[in-house]
């Protein structure tokens, strides 16, 4: 059982801004831009998430991307549908919301219809309420540095490693808008495709990259083709021999980000992340506690990756696995936690009213009247995220788990396992 107190304080030091390299300047003026109050927390309906846009697409302008959109624009817009589930949660139905997309044409005659496409959300929650895990602050701008401006920021950095690169297959790099109320952005990129969906080769997604902590790197939908645990390695190191990252590649494409919607469709994804922490959806994920550092040394492993499939010859393998079902009661494949939710009321996530003995809810240290608010990255206001979450996890997989206890919020380690024993 592990207990970590919250407030324990951030072990990776923010680096002397006079060591930093050109490059890393560079990225934390994006970072402060996308980061910034100004911005209000980029949430769907405000100007700060307007200007985001136009920040991006001028951006992308300046880096040498063609317009993705259109033949002159990089802005994609849509208007998010009154019956879309995150309208009935918010104010967002009816407004329009933007992806910004840009591009890089592939050299190689017979490859460049073929496409990688690269994303991050730009989008977060405005001013909290919906999706965030400190009701206290609603009204209070929440700035998500790390979710996502970090994963924005390193998209720009990518497309401006990959604009020297002249790689055989074509590149197009997504900013998505929209993701903190359900995907929608990139639910609406594969409807609406800048090549057929069937053209693209791969999606890699950067959902919170800007948290690197001893090195460790997480990098999800490993298993989403045969290709890619050999592949994620072979890259993981410097030109000198050293290892890059502690890095941990599994999984399939079902995660809780935008790269999702590409595995809904059948493509092969990745998703790199810097890992959770305790300013996760809450108004104190700021400027000042992203490693700006680990940030471009995540920029620069993507950038080889994408190189790499940009390049290589052939197909990739897609691996599918099963969708995972938001119900609760359904029975098969699905790991176990052991709580007995309270069915009465549920504010701000899933209250249990006990633990089943020698479960791992139980050896994990969670008590009846906690508050579950996340299991790792994904958000829990309800049982259909509870359940959703563990279906997405395996027998034997270690989730961390956010919960509220009276006032205080406390992560706690879970070994989940199996169903029905
Ligand atoms: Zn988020």
Known sequence: MLLVPLLLASRFAFQAQDTLSPAAHRALADLRYLAADARDGRGVGTKGLEDAAR??????????????????????????????????????????????????????????????????????????????????????????????????????????????????????????????????????????????????????????????????????????????????????????????????????????????????????VLHFFTDLHEDYHRSTDDVEKINIVGLEQVADYVADVATALANRRGALTFVAAPAPQASTTGSGYGAYLGTVPDMTESPGGVRISATRAGSPAEQAGLKAGDIITAIDAQTIANLEDMAAALRAHQPGDTVLIVVKRDTMALRLTAVLGRRGS
Do not use: C
């Not at 073929?114 to 309420?129: F, Q, S, T, W």
């Not at 206290?136 to 790390?146: E, I, L, Q, R």
């Not at 979710?147 to 297959?169: C, I, P, W, Y």
């Open 55 to 268: 920040y991006l697409a001028a951006a992308f302008k300046k880096i040498g991307l063609a317009p993705g959109a259109s033949a002159s624009s990089y802005l994609q817009s849509f208007t998010i549908a009154a019956d879309a589930p995150a309208a009935l949660h918010t104010d967002a139905g009816g407004k329009t919301i933007r992806n910004v997309i840009g591009m890089l044409r592939g050299r190689d005659r017979a490859r460049r219809g073929e496409v990688i496409v690269i994303g991050a959300h730009y989008d977060h929650l405005g001013y909290g309420g919906f999706g965030a895990l400190d009701p206290d602050s609603t009204g209070k701008v929440h700035n998500g540095a790390d979710d996502n401006a970090s994963g924005t920021t390193a998209l720009l950095e990518v497309a401006r490693r990959l604009k020297t690169r002249h790689l055989a297959r074509t590149v197009v790099f997504v900013a998505f808008s929209g993701e903190e109320l359900g995907d929608l952005g990139s639910a609406y990129f594969v409807k609406h495709p800048t090549d057929p969906v069937d053209s693209i080769y791969t999606m890699l997604n950067m959902d919170m990259v800007g948290r690197l902590r001893n090195a460790k790197l997480i990098v999800l939908g490993a298993a989403t083709t045969e290709q890619y645990p050999a592949l994620l390695d072979s890259l993981n190191h410097t030109s000198s021999g050293a290892p890059r990252f502690d890095l941990r590649a599994s999984g399939d494409g079902w995660g809780p980000s935008d790269h999702a919607s590409f595995y809904a469709v059948q493509r092969p």
